[in-house]
């Protein structure tokens, strides 16, 4: 069985930052895209970030310059780095992998950005 663990979330204050990580297998890390979701209470699911498996990013435009997603194979781990939050950034952030066998979710971590 496919598993996603994420970690990292919690309360921070705007202009604050947090690190989420998305730890899974080996198989799984080196053959999918890997990808950062969130969703804030009353609203869809919405990509903020993703990475392949040759590296490259691709991130939202309400994220664009302030997060930074990275990957670590040798520990089966992608991380974002999320700097200069906001208050909109708050929401549960979910990852994703999606590979030839389908799309695995993690069961989410909670970011609250507040005052």
């Known amino acids: 069985q496919v598993q996603l663990v994420e970690s990292g979330g919690g309360l921070v204050q705007p202009g604050g930052s947090l690190r989420l990580s998305c730890v899974t297998s080996?198989?799984?890390?080196?053959?999918?895209?890997m990808n950062w979701y969130r969703q804030a209470p009353g609203k869809q699911r919405e990509l903020v970030a993703q990475i392949g498996t040759a590296g490259v990013t691709h991130y939202s435009d309400s994220v664009k310059g302030r997060f930074t997603l990275s990957r670590d194979n040798a520990k089966n781990t992608i991380y974002l780095q999320m700097n200069n939050l906001k208050p909109e950034d708050t929401a549960v952030y979910y990852c994703?992998?999606?590979?030839?066998?389908?799309?695995?979710w993690g069961q989410g971590t909670q970011v609250t950005v507040s005052s």
């Open positions: 080996s198989a799984i890390i080196s053959r999918s895209l």
């Open positions: 994703q992998a999606v590979g030839a066998n389908g799309a695995y």
